[in-house]
């Protein structure tokens, strides 16, 4: 997806994310190589095994792209410290998202991350279900694929 601009231009949107459009060859390729770190790590975080060191210095190049500052802001009944980026632009993205995937590491137990149980399907995704029995990405897209195709399996056997 991220070869198609319609989805990398709606991410942004979304996300309010100050890029321009389209990312460039480095920004690609950097996109691709920390998309791979996530998921690697993902994988062996939902199989029980802990993110090596590796993994962890690979992302710390990532997070250092951008130069941050710290700023005070203030909320509705306090203040808070901010981190603020002090660039612009897709290197700023990278920076966003490998922060992005830190805080959720240090917030979200392992046991909560999965990878969707449809064979053909890469999504991954947090369990937050209570009883932590979820197994697809989406209910209404792999879960009922994979439902229909168990059934007609089943009826095939059963003729």
Not at 37 to 64: H, K
Not at 90 to 108: C, E, G, K, N, P
Not at 128 to 133: C, D, E, F, I, T
Request: charged residues 20%; contains cysteine.
């Amino acid at each position: 997806t991220l070869e198609q601009v319609e989805w990398v231009t709606a991410f942004s949107e979304r996300w309010r994310l100050p890029v321009t459009f389209p990312p460039d060859a480095f920004a690609l390729a950097s996109l691709r190589t920390l998309r791979a770190l996530l998921r690697s790590m993902f994988e062996a975080l939902a199989a029980g095994q802990p993110v090596t060191d590796a993994q962890l210095e690979e992302l710390n190049v990532f997070l250092a792209l951008t130069p941050m500052q710290q700023r005070v802001q203030r909320t509705e009944s306090s203040v808070c410290l901010q981190m603020v980026g002090l660039q612009t632009g897709w290197t700023a993205v990278l920076t966003q998202i490998a922060a992005s995937w830190v805080d959720l590491l240090a917030r979200m137990p392992s046991a909560r991350l999965r990878v969707c149980a449809n064979p053909v399907c890469h999504w991954v995704f947090v369990d937050q279900s209570h009883n932590l029995s979820r197994r697809w990405c989406r209910q209404w897209a792999c879960g009922n694929l994979m439902k229909v195709r168990h059934f007609r399996a089943q009826r095939a056997r059963a003729k």
